[in-house]
């Protein structure tokens, strides 16, 4: 599970943009838990895989 700063860094994007992505549904939505939000691995990773 991956923090918005990780995500970001992943994507060489600052967090802002991440923030910004994820509300427009560019990116995947996160997982809440209790005050934490975090993104899954693969739904990262899955940005990067070609459209089939």
Known sequence: MLTAR?????LNIGVSTW???VKEGRFPT???FGRSTR???ADIEALFAPAE
């Open 30 to 32: 996160p997982i809440r």
């Open 19 to 21: 923030w910004k992505g």
């Open 6 to 10: 990780e995500s970001a860094l992943i």
């Open 39 to 41: 993104w899954r691995r």
